[in-house]
């Protein structure tokens, strides 16, 4: 290979070094842009379960109790069966904190609350804004929500009634750290909350719950599992089986085409082909003009596999100009967009309040802001594309043009 000739060539041809690297710049641009958004789109979504320290959520459909009155379970929010809980442990290597979650309905107000394991304690520590957290194993012991302990003039010390029994509040949560996903007014161990539920007529009426049983699972569980395991969990526990995951919220968001990883490597794909075929009609247009300039490069002696050795460094030295070119680009829009705002519309099942009563009524809207990060793998896997599909537009121009030097030069 021949390096002034290479950029002799490259000079003497800028319109086709143009189109080439303009084509590989946009194809990289809109490829690295597509991919940060359903990135951020797919982090975002993650967001409001990560909130609970949970990457699904499972419950189950049940009934609506004789009464609505004392402790009461939501109807997404059946017994889970002790056997299915066990399994589905199992299947996350025992990644699983349970919960219960359940209203108290007096004509003093409503209460929702939501007792958790020990894992679920530590983590609203993060969330506290004054006071401590319950300890693990105290009968009495409780965390309030900010805005429920101020509206109803509560602090660390006071006391707060739940199913008729009372609790000393050791702490203040933050509401807006808590997020959303089942927010409660109170917060207890699992253990107090689970005696809670098993002396409940209402809840007894309905399922043989007993003091080892929950209601709720909160599931720690990476991105890429989580497909496997919603299908596992609805084996599991049948067709009444409510999973929420990044996968539900998503059906949450209406008009919306940038929502998953998997789309946005679909759209990358589909920009990567275009830019193929451009680069491939360069190339081909380009050898189809240089025929008889090739037939004399094999008169002088020049064997064919040096011949086409140049033509691919040629081409690959504008594959990584554009490529650069368009990272660079990816870049500057990256910045220059800085973050996208997502609006969730949290399902009820995750959220729930008593319809009937006005005051328990909250906005289940979630704004999740999402910075839009450099995706450094699709970086590397773009410049990886560029480099390739050039490589194999001009090996498959240059094989199609593979003639007779002399009959070549004939026809010039």
């Given at each position: 290979?021949?390096?002034?000739?290479?950029?002799?060539?490259?000079?003497?041809?800028?319109?086709?070094?143009?189109?080439?690297?303009?084509?590989?710049?946009?194809?990289?641009?809109?490829?690295?842009?597509?991919l940060a958004v359903a990135d951020a789109y797919s982090t975002g979504l993650q967001q409001p379960l990560r909130?609970?320290?949970?990457?699904?959520?499972?419950?189950?459909?049940?009934?609506?109790?004789?009464?609505?009155?004392?402790?009461?379970?939501?109807?997404?929010?059946?017994?889970?069966?002790?056997?299915?809980?066990?399994?589905?442990?199992?299947?996350?290597?025992?990644?699983?904190?349970?919960?219960?979650?359940?209203?108290?309905?007096?004509?003093?107000?409503?209460?929702?609350?939501?007792?958790?394991?020990?894992?679920?304690?530590?983590?609203?520590?993060?969330?506290?804004?004054?006071?401590?957290?319950?300890?693990?194993?105290?009968?009495?012991?409780?965390?309030?929500?900010?805005?429920?302990?101020?509206?109803?003039?509560?602090?660390?010390?006071?006391?707060?009634?739940?199913?008729?029994?009372?609790?000393?509040?050791?702490?203040?949560?933050?509401?807006?750290?808590?997020?959303?996903?089942?927010?409660?007014?109170?917060?207890?161990?699992?253990?107090?909350?689970?005696?809670?539920?098993?002396?409940?007529?209402?809840?007894?009426?309905?399922?043989?719950?007993?003091?080892?049983?929950?209601?709720?699972?909160?599931?720690?569980?990476?991105?890429?599992?989580?497909?496997?395991?919603?299908?596992?969990?609805?084996?599991?526990?049948?067709?009444?089986?409510?999973?929420?995951?990044?996968?539900?919220?998503?059906?949450?968001?209406?008009?919306?085409?940038?929502?998953?990883?998997?789309?946005?490597?679909?759209?990358?794909?589909?920009?990567?082909?275009?830019?193929?075929?451009?680069?491939?009609?360069?190339?081909?247009?380009?050898?189809?003009?240089?025929?008889?300039?090739?037939?004399?490069?094999?008169?002088?002696?020049?064997?064919?596999?040096?011949?086409?050795?140049?033509?691919?460094?040629?081409?690959?030295?504008?594959?990584?100009?554009?490529?650069?070119?368009?990272?660079?680009?990816?870049?500057?829009?990256?910045?220059?967009?800085?973050?996208?705002?997502?609006?969730?519309?949290?399902?009820?099942?995750?959220?729930?309040?008593?319809?009937?009563?006005?005051?328990?009524?909250?906005?289940?809207?979630q704004l999740v802001s999402i910075p839009l990060e450099v995706p450094i793998p699709a970086m590397a896997a773009?410049?990886?594309?560029?480099?390739?599909?050039?490589a194999l537009a001009v090996l498959i121009a240059v094989g199609r043009a593979r003639a007779s030097p002399w009959?070549?030069?004939?026809?010039?």
């Amino acid at each position: 290979m021949q390096l002034r000739y290479l950029l002799r060539e490259l000079l003497h041809r800028p319109g086709r070094a143009v189109a080439t690297s303009v084509s590989i710049a946009l194809a990289s641009l809109l490829a690295i842009a597509a991919l940060a958004v359903a990135d951020a789109y797919s982090t975002g979504l993650q967001q409001p379960l990560r909130s609970v320290g949970a990457g699904m959520i499972v419950q189950l459909t049940g009934g609506i109790p004789p009464k609505l009155e004392g402790i009461v379970f939501p109807h997404p929010n059946a017994m889970l069966p002790p056997d299915g809980v066990m399994r589905i442990e199992a299947e996350v290597d025992g990644a699983v904190r349970r919960a219960v979650y359940m209203w108290d309905i007096a004509p003093s107000g409503f209460i929702s609350a939501l007792g958790v394991d020990v894992k679920g304690l530590d983590r609203l520590d993060s969330s506290l804004e004054a006071g401590r957290r319950p300890a693990p194993e105290a009968s009495g012991e409780a965390l309030l929500d900010g805005d429920y302990a101020r509206r109803l003039g509560k602090t660390v010390g006071s006391t707060v009634a739940v199913g008729g029994k009372a609790f000393t509040v050791t702490g203040i949560v933050d509401s807006a750290l808590t997020g959303k996903v089942f927010r409660a007014d109170v917060y207890m161990p699992l253990s107090r909350a689970q005696g809670l539920a098993a002396a409940s007529p209402q809840v007894g009426a309905l399922y043989p719950f007993t003091p080892n049983d929950v209601n709720l699972l909160l599931v720690d569980i990476e991105h890429e599992n989580i497909e496997r395991l919603t299908h596992r969990v609805r084996e599991i526990l049948g067709s009444k089986a409510v999973v929420s995951s990044e996968m539900s919220l998503r059906d949450a968001i209406e008009g919306v085409f940038f929502l998953s990883r998997r789309m946005g490597v679909f759209l990358a794909t589909v920009v990567g082909v275009f830019a193929f075929a451009v680069i491939l009609r360069a190339t081909a247009t380009s050898v189809n003009e240089r025929r008889t300039e090739v037939a004399v490069l094999q008169g002088l002696g020049w064997p064919w596999s040096a011949i086409r050795m140049q033509l691919v460094a040629e081409t690959l030295v504008l594959a990584g100009f554009g490529a650069l070119l368009g990272t660079v680009g990816a870049l500057a829009v990256l910045v220059f967009v800085g973050a996208i705002d997502i609006a969730i519309d949290l399902p009820w099942d995750i959220t729930s309040t008593p319809h009937f009563l006005a005051e328990a009524q909250v906005n289940r809207q979630q704004l999740v802001s999402i910075p839009l990060e450099v995706p450094i793998p699709a970086m590397a896997a773009t410049w990886a594309a560029a480099v390739a599909t050039s490589a194999l537009a001009v090996l498959i121009a240059v094989g199609r043009a593979r003639a007779s030097p002399w009959h070549a030069l004939s026809d010039g």
